[in-house]
Structures are given as structure tokens and as C-alpha cells.
């Protein structure tokens, strides 16, 4: 079991750390489970105190198998480290004041964090990047990656994004994917991969890997039930030099606008648990072609 402390907001705070493959080398209790003994959804673990911030779920687990007869060969995944960053939060909203703070963003600034958008029936696009980033959390895992989560719950605000971006600097994650999803017009349909221009000092390092997961993962999008957007971007895809989280990224990074909130027709898709499944598996394939190389 591992944890890894980082700020965010003036507030001390653990991520929280799913280490999900057996055998992970940096899982230094793995050892002391078996495969099977323990459930996939992690217990939370216990408060140091009560004057302390809530201490995000940490925990090792097995991957989701029932047997040795079942796990041929390595998982693909294995012995990575994936960041899954759930874009926005529930309660930015009543928090103005913290979240729309200015922060460095290496070529300007940029409010700390936003609220995101929400559809017509008021299903919050924070909600919905929450409920995906489980998911996602799950397919991966299945595929034995360590799973790092940039925020614990729905239910809080924040963080800012150059923590956000600084959660996969400071675990030496493989890749990070940001959830979103977009606010655009109502008439406008479909998901957009945006991946990081190449912005000398800052994002050199890696824009071209970026790339490569932003096509990966434009690629396993393409098989959901969600088109390419028709409203934005350049069939599916959008360089971008001003957004933090890609900005101060040293890890490949892009984000997913997993369709319009605002079009009918993508915001029942989104709502609909078995589409959210599709885009969890979408991005664990996206993952996994991408770091087969
Ligand atoms: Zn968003």
C-alpha cells in the first residue's frame, strides 16, 4: 500500500492510490493478499484523525480474476500507472471564491478550476466525468494498472488544475486521461480528443506521445455508440496550448470531451450507464494500445 500526499487548495490531502495488480512492484503489500480474498471496490481507509481532511481509499488489490486457469500471461497492463483525471467537481460551484483563483499555467494563467457545463435535465458534466473515471478506474484495473484518481469524490471542489497535472508528475505515471465532457450547441454532436501543442519548455516532451494516445484513443472512441464530433475539432481531434492540465504535464496527456452535454441525443447517450461502460472500455483498449509499443 502506498500513498501519495500532494496540496491541493491550501489543503493537505492523499491521492488516492488504487495499486490493483498483484505482483505490482510498487506494491509492497500485494504479497500479503491472494487473488480473490478481496473485493474489487476498495474499503475506505480509517480517519487519522478529526482534524484532519477526509484520507482518500487506498488499497491493493488482485486483479479480477478467480483463478490461475484464467490468467494465461501477464496482464497488459501490468506494473503500469495510469492517472485518471475526472474533470471539475461537484461542489466547485460553491466555491467560487477557491476555484476561480488564477494559476500559472506556464504560457499565462487560467482559473484554478470550473464548474463545468450540465445538460438541459441537469445532469452535471462533474457527475458525469466522476461516475466515467470509476468506471475507467475498474477497466483498467481489470487490465492490472495502478489506478491514481486526481480528486476522491464528487463531492468536494477542485483541485486546481496544476495539481491535477502534478499528481501524474509526482507518481512517474505511464499516461494521464482527463474526462470531460463539452458544452457546445445544442445542434452540435459527438466527442473530440484534445492533445497538447508543442510548446517549447513546456510541453516538448510530450507532445508527440500525446498524440499517439490522442489517436489510440480517438480510435476506440470511434467504436462507441458516440460520433465524431461535427461541431468542433478536426475529425475528432483539437491541439491545444492553453489548457494546464496538458500544459504542465511531464507524462503523455490528452483529454476526452466524451460528447455535447447540450445536444439531446449525446446527453441521453452520456446519462445512460451502459454508453458510460463503452467509454470506460474505450479508453482502457485506448491505454493499452498505447503503451504496448
Ligand atoms: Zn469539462
Given at each position: 500500500m502506498q500513498l501519495f500526499t500532494h496540496r491541493f487548495g491550501g489543503v493537505l490531502a492523499v491521492a488516492a492510490v488504487?495499486?490493483?495488480?498483484?505482483?505490482?512492484?510498487?506494491?509492497?503489500?500485494?504479497?500479503t493478499v491472494s487473488p480473490g480474498?478481496?473485493?474489487i471496490t476498495a474499503a475506505p481507509a480509517p480517519l487519522?484523525?478529526?482534524?484532519e481532511p477526509p484520507v482518500p481509499v487506498t488499497t491493493s488489490e488482485p486483479p479480477a480474476?478467480?483463478?490461475?486457469?484464467?490468467?494465461?500471461?501477464?496482464?497488459?497492463?501490468?506494473g503500469r500507472v495510469i492517472v485518471i483525471d475526472p474533470g471539475h467537481n461537484g461542489r466547485n460551484a460553491q466555491h467560487l471564491e477557491e476555484t476561480t483563483k488564477l494559476v500559472d499555467i506556464g504560457n499565462g494563467t487560467k482559473p484554478c478550476n470550473s464548474t463545468g457545463t450540465a445538460s438541459a435535465?441537469?445532469?452535471s458534466e462533474a457527475e458525469l466525468n466522476w461516475q466515467v473515471a470509476l468506471r475507467t478506474r475498474e477497466a483498467l484495473a481489470a487490465l492490472g494498472a495502478n489506478v491514481v484518481l486526481t480528486?476522491?469524490?464528487?463531492d468536494g471542489w477542485g483541485p486546481c488544475i496544476t495539481e491535477r497535472a502534478a499528481v501524474g508528475n509526482r507518481v512517474e505515471a505511464d499516461a494521464a486521461v482527463s474526462i470531460h465532457a463539452d458544452g457546445g450547441p445544442a445542434d452540435g454532436r459527438g466527442f473530440h480528443v484534445i492533445h497538447p501543442a508543442f510548446?517549447?519548455?513546456?510541453?516538448d516532451d510530450i507532445a508527440a506521445p500525446s498524440l499517439q494516445l490522442a489517436r489510440s484513443l480517438r480510435a476506440s472512441m470511434a467504436e462507441t455508440a458516440m460520433p465524431v464530433?461535427?461541431?468542433?475539432?478536426v475529425d475528432g481531434f483539437s491541439e491545444r496550448s492553453d489548457l494546464g492540465g496538458l500544459n504542465l504535464s511531464d507524462i503523455p496527456a490528452v483529454f476526452l470531451?466524451?460528447?455535447?452535454?447540450?445536444n439531446a441525443e449525446d446527453a441521453a447517450l452520456l446519462a445512460d450507464a451502459g454508453f458510460q461502460q463503452e467509454v470506460a472500455a474505450a479508453i482502457a483498449r485506448a491505454l493499452s494500445t498505447f503503451l504496448e509499443r
Open positions: 488504487m495499486l490493483i495488480a498483484a505482483g505490482c512492484a510498487t506494491s509492497t503489500d500485494a504479497s480474498d478481496v473485493p487519522p484523525s478529526i482534524t480474476t478467480h483463478g490461475p486457469s484464467e490468467t494465461p500471461g501477464p496482464l497488459p497492463l501490468a435535465g441537469g445532469f480528486r476522491l469524490d464528487n510548446v517549447p519548455g513546456l510541453t464530433a461535427d461541431y468542433i475539432a470531451e466524451m460528447g455535447n452535454m447540450k
